[in-house]
Antibody, heavy 118, light 107 residues
Framework: EAQLVESGGGLVTPGGSLRLSCVAS??????????MNWVRQAPGKGLEWVSS????????YYADSVKGRFTISRDNGKRSLFLEMDSLRAEDTAIYYC?????????WGQGTLVTVSS | EIVLTQSPDFQSVTPKEKVTITCRAS??????LHWYQQKPDQSPKLLIK???QSFSGVPSRFSGSGSGTDFTLTINGLETEDAATYYC?????????FGQGTKVEIK
């Protein structure tokens, strides 16, 4: 079963930056074959798609709410997914999930909490 | 952007009852509709993909149907462990979007 482990969350002041990472387990999960996504969930709220990246990084998409501020990338050799977040705002406060994409989002990490506050 | 509207927002149900949650898309998305279950303090879990395909390991009491703009998640014989919030999600277009969620409470 695929396992995804996020890290890099924390408390940051408005306008600051943070880099999230997600590592895929190497048991039965050929990371390089899959499109990957970041999905976030603000406290007590629903799910919001943030960004997606195709298996070879050819296609990259962002939600309008983060376009120009966030950058998604991946390193297939290290089975890793990243989200570079700049110009953070209070409304970016959320749990960020790394998600494998097979049309449906079939495997989710446990999430990493990002808090933007002064 | 494709808007997904779930109904109801909240449902209080007795164990063994049948639960029906609907998801309506603002435009035709074919069968590119998926359902998730999220329990408190847990990550979401995929239940149904492409409208009606059960994901591996999901109990058979969960089923999905629909196509185009109208979709349904059915729980046949609710169990206490099914208390959760359920979300629909479309993969037809970018941006990928989710419904607002339906919270199912056990009476």
């Amino acid at each position: 079963e695929a396992q995804l482990v996020e890290s890099g969350g924390g408390l940051v002041t408005p306008g600051g930056s943070l880099r999230l990472s997600c590592v895929a387990s190497d048991s039965g999960f050929t990371f390089r074959n899959y499109n990957m996504n970041w999905v976030r969930q603000a406290p007590g709220k629903g799910l919001e798609w943030v960004s997606s990246i195709s298996s070879s990084s050819t296609f990259i998409y962002y939600a309008d709410s983060v376009k120009g501020r966030f950058t998604i990338s991946r390193d297939n050799g290290k089975r890793s997914l990243f989200l570079e977040m700049d110009s953070l705002r209070a409304e970016d406060t959320a749990i960020y999930y790394c998600v494998r994409d097979t049309g449906g989002f079939d495997y989710w990490g446990q999430g990493t909490l990002v808090t933007v506050s002064s | 952007e494709i808007v997904l509207t779930q109904s109801p927002d909240f449902q209080s149900v007795t164990p063994k009852e049948k639960v029906t949650i609907t998801c309506r898309a603002s435009q035709n998305i074919g069968s590119s509709l998926h359902w998730y279950q999220q329990k408190p303090d847990q990550s979401p879990k995929l239940l149904i993909k492409y409208a009606s395909q059960s994901f591996s390991g999901v109990p058979s009491r969960f089923s999905g149907s629909g196509s185009g703009t109208d979709f349904t998640l059915t729980i046949n014989g609710l169990e206490t462990e099914d208390a959760a919030t359920y979300y629909c999600h479309q993969s037809s277009n970018v941006p990928r979007t989710f419904g607002q969620g339906t919270k199912v409470e056990i009476k």
